[in-house]
């Protein structure tokens, strides 16, 4: 019995985030690098403002918020005036350029949900934004 306990306790003693690390590896110049985190910052906060807005009952607030800075909206406007090299689509796979333009078509459309003012058919739709994001992250990295 104590040789079976010692392993298995030692299994569960090793760190969470011990195993490897199986994502995508997407190599792009620091500059493009910089430009996506902050990208990806700010629709995180986009999002948590969406949700803020949700449960207060500003439906049509939080669909104002997700196409100006999720949805295509916001697309074309975050790369004004950049280099190629800075942009960071540039340097992604086409599969992972899909993904990201998967997340603005989710922005636009949980938008035109929500400009409708259905509070309920707008929290239906909110998974599928989120869900955009986690597909991204959880196959590509980008360090």
Same mark, same amino acid.
């Given at each position: ?20 690390? *199986? ?12 430009? #996506? ?6 629709? #995180? ?12 009952? %500003? ?14 909206? +916001? ?45 309920? %058919? *707008? #929290? ?6 989120? +869900? ?12």
């Amino acid at each position: 019995m104590k040789r079976l306990l010692c392993p298995l306790l030692l299994a569960f003693a090793l760190p969470v985030g011990a195993a490897e690390d *199986t994502r995508q590896f997407v190599a792009m110049p620091a500059s493009a690098q910089t430009v #996506l985190r902050a990208e990806m910052l700010d629709m #995180l906060a986009a999002t948590h403002e969406i949700v803020e807005l949700l449960a207060t009952g %500003k439906v049509k607030e939080a669909g104002a918020v997700a196409e100006s800075r999720i949805g295509n909206g +916001a697309k074309n406007l975050r790369h004004a005036g950049m280099t190629p090299a800075e942009m960071p689509g540039r340097h992604m796979p086409e599969a992972m350029r899909k993904l990201a333009w998967g997340m603005h078509d989710a922005g636009s459309a949980f938008a035109l949900v929500a400009q409708t003012g259905d509070a309920a %058919k *707008t #929290l239906v739709a909110l998974p599928t934004l989120t +869900a955009a994001c986690i597909s991204c992250h959880a196959a590509y990295r980008t360090r």
